[in-house]
């Protein structure tokens, strides 16, 4: 499974999950509305899309580098990297261009799924990897 994994072209997952994130978050009506019967579902799914994206990100990076541990450091940056990508597009969201809302609790939830990935994908890396 492994050397499966390596032969994918390198980023090519990060490049394929930041279009999905970016055509979900960005465009004005891009599903269907479905009707949810759990209290501020959206969270949990801002959630987990961060982690998700954070995941890759760091699947990737672990990939290239194949010698390195994926260090405290990278995690840390890459974590602070996939928050601001949070932030804006929470931003953008608010914009007229837009016209979704920007939420504080938004920006909380993705910011919780980035650091969920910093402490919960390590592990999963060395078990994948």
């Keep these: 499974m492994s050397d499966f994994l390596y032969k994918i072209p390198t980023y090519l ?5 930041l279009v999905l994130l970016f055509y979900l978050t960005l465009v004005p009506q891009p599903l269907p509305p479905i009707d949810v019967p759990m209290l501020n579902a959206d969270k949990v799914v801002h959630m987990v899309m961060m982690w998700g994206v954070s995941s890759v ?11 390195r541990v994926l260090s405290l450091s990278v995690r840390f940056y890459i974590m602070v990297g996939t928050i601001l990508l949070g932030a804006f597009i929470e931003l953008a969201q608010g914009t007229e261009l837009i016209h979704r809302g ?7 939830a993705n910011a919780v799924g980035c650091v969920l990935a910093f402490f919960i994908t390590p592990p999963l890396l060395r078990r994948l990897l």
Aim: neutral net charge; proline residues 4%; aromatic residues 14%.
């Design 13 to 17: 997952p990060t490049a394929i999950v």
């Design 57 to 67: 990100i760091m699947f990737d990076y672990k990939r290239r580098e194949r010698q």
């Design 102 to 108: 920007c939420d504080l609790w938004d920006g909380i």
